[in-house]
């Protein structure tokens, strides 16, 4: 028996990464840094996310979001990216589907391209570095929309 189990918490909430049926979110992770990518998987799993699958270049994410479809809640999409922009893979996959929930990652000084993005359909941004209070914050007020 750990101390955890001896201390029962009266805070504890159901994590954010499950439904109200109690299934996982699953989330596609597009990004061509490991490092990031790996980050975001760790904060997702952390909250009970699925991450459903990663991809490192726009057309890879694009695929695999077809792939994935209908049972992907939710795309990080980075937008620096070699082989096909986040910018273009947004536009694909909002082609392929005009529902899809993606939220944009991006470094700072990148402003007008979120901006861009914002205005084709994405939900919203999370700037590098990665804050995890922030990430899921944002990502948590997307799929409660």
Known sequence: MTAKDNMPNLNEKPPEGVKPDGSAYRVLVVDDSMFIAKQLGQIF????????????????GVEKYKELHPNVDLVTMDITMPVMDGVSALEKILE???????????????????????L??????IV????RKKVLERVVSVLKR
């Open 45 to 60: 799993t952390s909250e009970g996310f699925e991450v459903a699958a990663t991809a490192g270049d726009g057309a890879q």
């Open 96 to 118: 392929f589907d005009k529902n899809a929930c993606v939220i944009m990652v991006s470094a700072l000084g990148k402003e007008d391209v979120v901006k861009k993005s914002l």
């Open 128 to 131: 590098k570095p990665l804050d």
């Open 120 to 125: 084709m359909g994405a939900k919203s941004y």
